[in-house]
């Protein structure tokens, strides 16, 4: 999909060569994301007026940035087992009331990265995230969440490079 919104809907196993393997600029309500995947960026949803409210996103992967979303705020979201080179979860995004468990980073951030300031998690749950540096978060002002269990195989079991 591109562009326009997606309300109540279910991606399973959709593919980008690029882009946004389930939904490229465009905002999703009450959706579920399983197994999409994005040669690029946003394993799931890719844009930057793009938002995610009430979704969930399970074992999404991109080759680069965010497995499940890149470019793309969430709020009340849960992620699960997506993984990416960097923001195994959600890149370039901030995110509110969302929980994120078992995702993975080949570099930066298991579960959120971002690339410049202005970035924020507020009350999540960041529960068995890995990536090489900032296990659960990298360079993300994080608001009153809980960090359980993150890992990271370089710096920063938690946070990376972000304000607490």
Request: glycine residues 14%; proline residues 0%.
């Amino acid at each position: 999909m591109y562009g326009g919104s997606a309300v109540n809907c279910t991606f399973n196993s959709n593919y980008a060569s690029n882009y946004g393997g389930a939904i490229c600029v465009g905002s999703a309500l009450n959706c579920t994301f399983n197994n999409n995947s994005a040669r690029n960026n946003g394993g799931a949803i890719y844009g930057s007026s793009s938002s995610a409210v009430n979704c969930t996103f399970n074992s999404n992967s991109a080759s680069n940035y965010g497995g499940a979303i890149s470019g793309c705020s969430a709020v009340n979201c849960t992620f699960t087992n997506n993984s990416a080179s960097y923001s195994g979860a959600l890149n370039d995004g901030s995110a509110v009331n969302c929980t994120f468990t078992n995702n993975v980073a080949k570099r930066y951030g298991g579960a959120m990265r971002a690339q410049g300031d202005g970035y924020t998690a507020t009350k999540c749950q960041f529960i068995n995230n890995t990536a090489e540096n900032g296990g659960a978060t990298y360079q993300i002002t994080v608001n009153d969440c809980n960090f359980t269990k993150n890992t990271a195989t370089g710096y920063g079991g938690a946070m990376y490079m972000g304000i607490a």
